[in-house]
């Protein structure tokens, strides 16, 4: 994957970033099989999770994760920031990233975390309140980007071994970037 990962970064700079970098994540399913015949088989089909980070300027996919574990948003993230943290200036994402600890590392390597605070008190209200309107909305495009991998490659992986389902998932990334790049 350390290959892959190189390649990815070296896709991404085919385009020009803009320093502002989403983060979202999304389930793809490890078989193709229609939701009838998993249905009357009784079978359970599990899903891989994609975390994608992903550059708002220009929809380039910088870095993913992949998991098959059911890992919280929050404790991906971290692993992301830290790989790229020189890729990063502002960091928009949902809710679902709100995390102190996200925060301070964001912090640490002097990334801006845009994110929404759940709002437990009227501080979080009023700090969601003060959040740059044209920003919080680049969050979007890494749900596109998503959006558009599913669409242009299936919402699938074909590979049967789950280290093959990550290189499928990079190059399909991959391909994405020098699509963009054309």
């Not at 993230?77 to 709100?98: Q, T």
Request: net charge positive; with cysteine; glycine share 4%.
């Amino acid at each position: 994957m350390a290959v892959w990962r190189v390649i990815l970064t070296l896709s991404a700079t085919l385009l020009p970033t803009s320093g502002v970098v989403g983060v979202d994540s999304s389930g793809f399913d490890r078989s193709h099989a229609s939701k009838h015949y998993t249905k009357r088989a009784e079978l359970t089909i599990q899903q891989l999770k994609v975390t994608l980070l992903v550059d708002a300027k220009v929809n380039a996919s910088l870095d993913l994760h992949v998991t098959t574990t059911r890992k919280h948003d929050s404790q991906i993230a971290p692993s992301l920031i830290k790989r790229n943290p020189e890729n990063i200036d502002i960091l928009p994402s949902d809710k679902g990233y709100d995390d102190q600890k996200i925060r301070r590392l964001a912090r640490q390597y002097e990334v801006r975390p845009l994110m929404k605070h759940r709002e437990f008190t009227s501080f979080h209200k009023a700090w969601n309140a003060r959040l740059d309107a044209d920003l919080d909305g680049q969050r979007s495009q890494s749900e596109t980007v998503n959006s558009t991998l599913k669409r242009k490659y299936g919402a699938f992986v074909r590979s049967r071994r789950w280290w093959k389902q990550f290189r499928e998932l990079t190059i399909a990334c991959l391909t994405h970037n020098v699509d963009r790049s054309l």
